[in-house]
């Protein structure tokens, strides 16, 4: 069992189990809130389209403040950094929360407050990743990697699910007041934290040229670059759930069923991760990597097909087990080839594309179903995906070639 089981050995150490925990806890809420947000704008608009939009108006400020933020966390103390930032997405949830209760019903003001919440969010969660390689040692990273994605599944599969009780049962005003209420964990989190200066002397203002670093560097890393060109791919063609407001209402029944499509991914995952103890076994991470993300898109495809609501639960379980994989391995994969004083920027493009490819899938699933059909949208993106990284990595075969066994980052020349 202890080959299969989750490792748990980094929640030994203190930081990291508050950090863990506060995430987790309040990562329940924040998934409560994005189920609530598109079901509410579907309910004003009655269009998938607009529900796709929201996915444009999270991207936006996920790529400015999150390579920004990224740069930033390579220059201050990333504690102070991630406490102020969870401060900005707590301070949206509360305007979404009073929104409801005046029950505006403002599209405009909706979207605006999400931005918001996006700045926080693209902020936070690079620093919040740099942070982690320095509270334990290198070779608990991916035992640590592997608990917090399970726990963020958690968070996707209980949040989804609250989400479905609360609005079928209650109001908007209710799932955003959940949100608010465990959002204030995390923070505590964030405040127990050590101060978590950058190691050395920094040089520069955390600003444009810093990025441009950061990309510089990437550049030259075939298989950092490519691990993200796989996961948009992943994300950005494959994923379906701008559809699942639809879908529940035309194909499967309703409210009820919305939660268990939003949550299906997740519950996957959650198994996925619970029976993760073989990940850190793995040495040729980079064809793991691939594989994990066809099972992704076939998963999807078959999803789509099938008109039983039980049944596209069970295979979205799939893909989400299959995604928590490649999530684990390209996570795991940053965090120990890259160099610390790199690592918050390359955090930042981590978080861009891990964060902002759904979004780029949410408005692309929205505009595709308007055009060709929910079904042709769903089904045709997984299919896509699958052939796609296939190619990709074929074309990159350094992805396909990397071995833990014998990879070494190289230091950067500039910082």
């Known amino acids: 069992m202890k080959r299969i089981a989750i490792d748990t050995r980094p929640l030994r150490h203190g930081p990291f189990r508050r950090l863990w925990l506060g995430q987790g806890v309040s990562f ?21 389209a607009w529900v796709g939009a929201l996915g444009l108006v999270n991207l936006v400020p996920l790529i400015v403040f999150g390579l920004w933020g990224g740069a930033v966390a390579d220059h201050m103390d ?52 740099a942070i982690i390689p320095r509270l334990l040692d290198k070779s608990l990273v991916p035992a640590a990697n592997t608990l917090n994605f399970t726990a963020s599944q958690v968070g996707m599969l209980a949040g ?30 964030a405040m127990r934290l050590p101060g978590i200066p950058p190691l050395g002397d920094v040089t ?33 063609v494959a994923m379906p759930r701008a559809l699942f407001p639809e879908l529940a209402e035309t194909r499967f029944g309703g409210e009820g069923a919305v939660g268990w499509l939003f949550a299906a991914i997740a519950i996957g995952a959650v198994l996925g991760g619970l029976s993760s103890g073989w990940i850190g076994r793995i040495h040729r991470q980079g064809v793991a990597l691939v594989a ?15 008109h039983q609501l039980w049944l596209a639960v069970l295979l979205l379980a799939v ?14 994969m940053l965090q120990t080839y890259a160099p610390d004083e790199m690592r918050g920027r390359l955090q930042g493009v981590f978080t861009v594309v891990v964060a902002g490819g759904p979004r780029l899938g949410d408005m692309r ?51």
């Open 204 to 236: 520069g203002a955390p600003g444009l040229r810093s990025v441009f670093e950061g990309f510089r560097y990437l550049a030259t890393q075939p298989v950092l670059l490519m691990s993200f060109v796989v996961d948009i791919i992943a994300m950005g």
């Open 28 to 48: 329940i809420g924040f998934q409560v809130t994005a189920v609530a947000v598109p079901v509410q704008v579907y309910d004003m608009t009655k269009s998938s």
């Open 78 to 129: 990333r504690r102070r950094l991630l406490l102020v930032s969870s401060c900005v997405t707590w301070a949206s949830t509360l305007l979404l929360l009073i929104q409801a209760l005046a029950g505006l019903d403002s599209l405009g003001l909706i979207m605006t407050v999400v931005a918001v919440q996006s700045v926080g969010f693209a902020i936070s969660s690079p620093t919040r990743s």
């Open 319 to 332: 893909g989400g087990a299959a995604d928590l994989v490649s999530a684990v391995f390209r996570q795991t």
């Open 365 to 415: 699933a929205g505009i595709t179903a308007s055009a060709a059909g929910a079904t042709a949208s769903w089904v045709g993106g997984g299919l896509a995906c699958a052939v796609l990284v296939v190619i990709v990595a074929l074309a990159v075969p350094a992805l396909l070639r990397y071995d833990t066994r014998t990879a070494e980052g190289p230091v950067p020349t500039a910082g």
């Open 160 to 189: 989804p699910l609250f989400a479905g009780v609360i609005l079928a049962q209650f109001n908007y005003a209710a799932a955003y007041g959940l949100d608010a209420v465990l959002f204030t964990v995390g923070l505590y989190a």
């Open 292 to 306: 994990a993300i066809v099972v992704w898109g076939l998963a999807v495809v078959a999803a789509g097909l099938t």
